[in-house]
């Protein structure tokens, strides 16, 4: 691990915890030249995992596209952050759970939408209407009795 503060190229591992109930490991380094130490988390990391859109084209699996849906489904909402690294989290490891090599968009969709459902309804339903493209009010109404 190279030094971000003097590029040195030796490090050493002065500490290892588990985090995130167990799906990712925190290291503390520290360097052999300047002796700064800074942190690094490793976690899986889904390999080669394959979206198939509605059109039926695939794709490479994004978390930020992920990520950037959720931005704005919490955007203005207490614990936002927080919350945005717990749902990606639960959904990465639930995606690598499956073992596959393809899932579909509206797979991933559902799971984000049950995430949020269980999390924060207003996110939900800000998520919501850009997912299922609610065509009229009517409809948009109706996904907010569920909630109830």
């Known amino acids: 691990m ?23 490991i925190r290291r503390r380094r520290e360097c052999e030249k300047c002796t700064a130490r800074f942190s690094t ?7 080669r995992l394959l979206v198939v859109k509605k059109d039926g ?7 930020t596209k992920i990520e950037k849906g959720l931005r704005r489904a919490f955007e203005k909402r207490p614990f936002a952050e927080e ?6 989290r639960e959904i990465e490891y639930a995606l690598h759970e ?15 939408m049950d995430k949020l459902r269980a999390v924060d309804e207003v996110a939900y339903i800000r998520f919501a209407s850009v ?9 948009f109404l109706k ?5 109830k």
Do not use: M, W
């Open 131 to 139: 997912y299922k493209s609610f065509g009229s009010a009517q409809s």
């Open 57 to 63: 084209h695939r794709e490479e699996y994004d978390k």
């Open 83 to 88: 919350r945005i690294e717990k749902i990606l």
């Open 143 to 147: 996904a907010l009795q569920k909630l």
């Open 98 to 112: 499956k073992q596959v090599t393809e899932i579909s968009s509206r797979a991933i969709g559902s799971l984000i």
């Open 2 to 24: 190279v030094c971000p503060f003097c590029n040195h190229l030796n490090t050493r591992v002065v500490d290892s915890r588990e985090t995130q109930e167990g799906r990712a």
């Open 41 to 47: 988390y490793e976690e899986v990391e889904i390999f």
